[in-house]
């Protein structure tokens, strides 16, 4: 990976992303997975995204939309309603904050960034919910994460048959990054969709590869936070599963993840003091 491929513009700044940064998830969902991250009132949203602020937060990712298993079905009027609202309030409050929404509905994309100054899309579709996604990220020029996924929200615990799980996921993010970048669209982070139409197992094989996707020169995220592939292995549920998460994470980091989407920010970012002090010191050994 070259050095410009650790650089991400947001809102006209580059980010230097050689230092690993956090993620925090914002849920303005009735439904998330996680009942802890469902935020519904002004006052819970605004906490939860100061207290973010504190730990050291980098992009705040905002979701109107539950994209659980079998997830309920909103529209998009209704899917903007939620997102808009938290938006205001947050920019109200932190006119400075840089802001991801989570959602994979052109319009819905289109709609929060000409009227809030967000800087990202996160795409858990990969462009492959909506057709009229790519052109216009490509016609917004705003950064976009570009995720793995089969099926859709409500299939996709049935769509995780596959023969190399890590060749697939591998071979559909290259092929549409490179369509991404015809239409001129530069500043792409890909994730390969842990949770999303993949079974423990094979969660655990992207895991465990993750040094392969380093080879598409784009900045990796890793979404483990909480998820099922932690807490079903250990025969827990999803509150008590921050110490799995920040483990995960930690190898998640040493697979080549630039970006660590969390509901537990702080903890995220000790694990990244750790990563990034262990490295200095890898380095220090191979030049002794």
Same mark, same amino acid.
């Given at each position: 990976?070259?050095?410009?491929?650790?650089?991400? #513009?947001?809102?006209?700044?580059?980010?230097?992303?050689?230092?690993?940064?956090?993620?925090?998830?914002?849920?303005?969902?009735?439904?998330? *997975?996680?009942?802890?991250?469902? *935020?519904?009132?002004?006052?819970?949203?605004? !906490?939860?995204?100061?207290?973010?602020?504190?730990?050291?937060?980098?992009?705040?990712?905002?979701?109107?939309?539950?994209?659980?298993? !079998?997830?309920?079905?909103?529209?998009?009027?209704?899917?903007?309603?939620?997102?808009?609202?938290?938006?205001?309030?947050?920019?109200?409050?932190?006119?400075?904050?840089?802001?991801?929404?989570?959602?994979?509905?052109?319009?819905?994309?289109?709609?929060?960034? #000409? /009227?809030?100054?967000?800087?990202?899309? /996160?795409?858990?579709?990969?462009?492959?919910?909506?057709?009229?996604?790519?052109?216009?990220?490509?016609?917004?020029?705003?950064?976009?994460?570009?995720?793995?996924?089969?099926?859709?929200?409500?299939?996709?615990?049935?769509?995780?048959?596959?023969?190399?799980?890590?060749?697939?996921?591998?071979? *559909?993010?290259?092929?549409?990054?490179?369509?991404?970048?015809?239409?001129?669209?530069?500043?792409?982070?890909?994730?390969?969709?842990?949770?999303?139409?993949?079974?423990?197992?094979?969660?655990?094989?992207?895991?465990?590869?993750?040094?392969?996707?380093?080879?598409?020169?784009?900045?990796?995220?890793?979404?483990?936070?909480? #998820?099922?592939?932690?807490?079903?292995?250990?025969?827990?549920?999803?509150?008590?599963?921050?110490?799995?998460?920040?483990?995960? !994470?930690?190898?998640?980091?040493?697979?080549?993840?630039?970006?660590?989407?969390?509901?537990?920010? #702080?903890?995220?970012?000790?694990?990244?003091?750790?990563? !990034?002090?262990?490295?200095?010191?890898?380095?220090?050994?191979?030049?002794?």
């Amino acid at each position: 990976m070259n050095s410009n491929s650790l650089q991400l #513009k947001l809102n006209n700044r580059l980010v230097d992303l050689s230092t690993p940064i956090v993620m925090g998830i914002i849920n303005v969902t009735p439904d998330s *997975f996680f009942k802890e991250n469902r *935020f519904v009132t002004d006052k819970s949203i605004l !906490n939860a995204v100061e207290r973010m602020m504190d730990d050291g937060v980098g992009i705040i990712d905002i979701g109107g939309y539950s994209s659980r298993p !079998n997830a309920e079905i909103i529209t998009q009027e209704e899917e903007i309603r939620r997102v808009s609202g938290a938006l205001e309030i947050l920019l109200k409050k932190f006119p400075d904050l840089t802001i991801s929404v989570d959602t994979f509905r052109s319009s819905v994309a289109r709609h929060v960034v #000409k /009227n809030f100054q967000v800087a990202m899309i /996160n795409d858990i579709g990969g462009g492959t919910l909506d057709d009229l996604m790519f052109e216009t990220i490509a016609d917004l020029q705003v950064a976009y994460v570009l995720m793995h996924l089969k099926g859709t929200p409500q299939t996709m615990q049935s769509t995780t048959q596959y023969e190399d799980i890590v060749s697939e996921v591998l071979r *559909f993010l290259e092929k549409r990054l490179a369509q991404l970048h015809l239409l001129g669209v530069n500043d792409v982070v890909i994730d390969p969709g842990f949770g999303f139409a993949k079974s423990l197992d094979q969660n655990y094989q992207l895991l465990s590869q993750l040094r392969y996707f380093k080879e598409l020169n784009v900045p990796i995220m890793a979404g483990l936070s909480r #998820k099922s592939m932690l807490y079903n292995l250990l025969g827990i549920d999803a509150t008590e599963a921050l110490n799995a998460t920040t483990s995960a !994470n930690m190898l998640a980091l040493m697979g080549g993840a630039s970006i660590l989407r969390v509901h537990d920010v #702080k903890e995220a970012m000790q694990a990244i003091a750790i990563y !990034n002090k262990y490295q200095d010191n890898c380095s220090l050994k191979t030049e002794n």
